[in-house]
Structure formats: structure tokens, C-alpha cells
């Protein structure tokens, strides 16, 4: 008698689904089922590289994308609100950062750099108490030109945001031309600001 490699429902053992599957896999040869199970492993790795970022292109970094325009008050003077169209006509580095963030406190010297070296930047502070966003400033610096106050965080979850720190790479045509996701280090930002067209 032949061999049979499947089992109907009535023959199956009792336990069910996953024994029946068991079955089943077992009937395809070690080599099969070895190519199989290597097939599914590198899925779920690229999968979960894709979606921390760890593969290098994942979601630390944005394609090119028209940015969402805001308007907020400014850090210190309430009734003053600025746009962020109103800063067309150069590039601009958007830092979303928060006074209790401590990713954010290490990049201040990062973000000192690149205002000494007449870089414009804004920030956004996310989710911040304004008392408390300028205490943080007064500790380590203020690298901005201007400071949005997003208090209840919607402007930021409307632009992408999904943290502090993050920084955004705006065009002067008002195009989000990169993001970084993770503090900026100098390599980082070096990096990002290649991305701005000369």
C-alpha cells in the first residue's frame, strides 16, 4: 500500500488544527521544510528591521513630502503666532524637542552647532509646559530662531510626529526633504542637511 501523505478529518489525531498541520509539514521532506521555514524567518526580519528603522531605510527618514503648514504661538510671547509658511524661501530644520525628554538635552550641542554655523532652525516644543520649556532652554542652550508652542501635541501628531526628538529637513519650496527620528548626533545632522538642495 502507497503511502499517504495527507490524513483525512476523520483520521486525524485528537488535539487538532496544529497536530493536522504538523502532519502536513512533515509530508514535504526535511529540505522543504527547512527552505520554508527559512523563507518565513526572513520575512519577519525584514519586517521588523523595516518597522524600527534598524535596516537604515525605515521610518527614521521621510520621502520627500509637501509639509504641513501650522501656526502656533511663540515660546514666551503668547499672543504672537508664526507659520511655518511664513519661513519659506530657505531651508529650515524643524526640531520637535521637550523639556522632559532626555534625548533631547543630549542633542542641544548638536543643535548649537548647526545654528553657529548659520543654520536656521525652529522648534516645536511638543507637549511641554512653557514654564518648563524655558528652564530647559536656560540650561542648554537655545540653538532656535523661534519656538512653537504645541502644548497639547496635535500640531506635531498633524506634521508625523511619533516622538521626541525629531527633526525635519523643510526646503525652501515648503517640502519635508528628510527626518530624523532618534537624537541628532554631528553625523546626523551633517547627513541631513546634504539632503538641502544648494
Not at 508625523?160 to 526633504?177: K, M, Q, S
Request: proline share 7%.
Amino acid at each position: 500500500m502507497a503511502r499517504q501523505d495527507t490524513m483525512s478529518p476523520a483520521e486525524a489525531p485528537a488535539g487538532g488544527a496544529l497536530q493536522r498541520l504538523a502532519h502536513r509539514l512533515g509530508g514535504l521532506g526535511r529540505a522543504r521544510l527547512a527552505a520554508l521555514t527559512a523563507v518565513v524567518v526572513g520575512i519577519v526580519v525584514i519586517s521588523v528591521l523595516s518597522l524600527t528603522g534598524a535596516g537604515g531605510a525605515g521610518p527614521r527618514h521621510a520621502p520627500p513630502a509637501r509639509a504641513k503648514n501650522f501656526s502656533l504661538a511663540t515660546l514666551g510671547h503668547p499672543g504672537q503666532r508664526i507659520s511655518l509658511s511664513s519661513l519659506a524661501g530657505r531651508p529650515v530644520i524643524v526640531n520637535f524637542f521637550a523639556s522632559w525628554c532626555v534625548p533631547c538635552a543630549a542633542e542641544a550641542p548638536t543643535l548649537a552647532a548647526l545654528r553657529h554655523q548659520g543654520v536656521h532652525i525652529v522648534g516645536v516644543a511638543w507637549k511641554d509646559d512653557p514654564a518648563k520649556t524655558r528652564a530647559f532652554l536656560a540650561r542648554y542652550g537655545d540653538p532656535y530662531q523661534a519656538v512653537f508652542v504645541d502644548g497639547d501635541g496635535r500640531t506635531g501628531i498633524d506634521f508625523g510626529v511619533t516622538g521626541v526628538p525629531e527633526t525635519y529637513l523643510v526646503g525652501a519650496d515648503g517640502r519635508i526633504l528628510d527626518k530624523h527620528a532618534e537624537p541628532l548626533t554631528e553625523a546626523d545632522a551633517q547627513a541631513l542637511l546634504s539632503r538641502a538642495p544648494s
